[in-house]
Nanobody, 122 residues
């Protein structure tokens, strides 16, 4: 599975942004998909994940309430909507796919996209 993350950009505090993770090569519907982020000098951290059918989701506790993860298996795409963005949300956002249900650790995912930069100005 090849993953392509997109939708990042420069936004202001309080804005919303939607990221997309498009898959090619194989269907995404058999994989759980997650978003992680990595800020400069920090470890990659879990953001959100969604199960194969889209019926189950899990969010990082610190981000819960500002995120919505969804998927369209017909389009082979997973989305992440982020609301009320803060400067501390600035990071490279990566999408990943893997076989484990609602996993939150990067090593539990087999396939990774290249990342998309999100920068939130104050």
């Amino acid at each position: 599975v090849q993953l392509q993350a997109s939708g990042g950009g420069l936004v202001q505090t309080g804005d919303s942004l939607s990221l997309s993770c498009a898959a090619s090569g194989r269907t995404l519907s058999v994989h759980a998909v997650a978003w992680f982020r990595q800020a400069p000098g920090k470890e990659r951290e879990f953001v959100a994940t969604i199960g194969w059918s889209g019926g189950a989701t899990k969010y990082a506790d610190s981000l819960r309430g500002r995120l919505t993860i969804s998927r369209d298996n017909a389009e082979n795409t997973v989305y992440l909507r982020m609301d009320s963005l803060k400067p501390e949300d600035t990071a490279v956002y990566y999408c990943a796919a893997g076989p484990l249900y609602l996993a939150t650790i990067p090593t539990q995912y087999n396939y990774w996209g290249q990342g998309t930069q999100v920068t939130v100005s104050s």
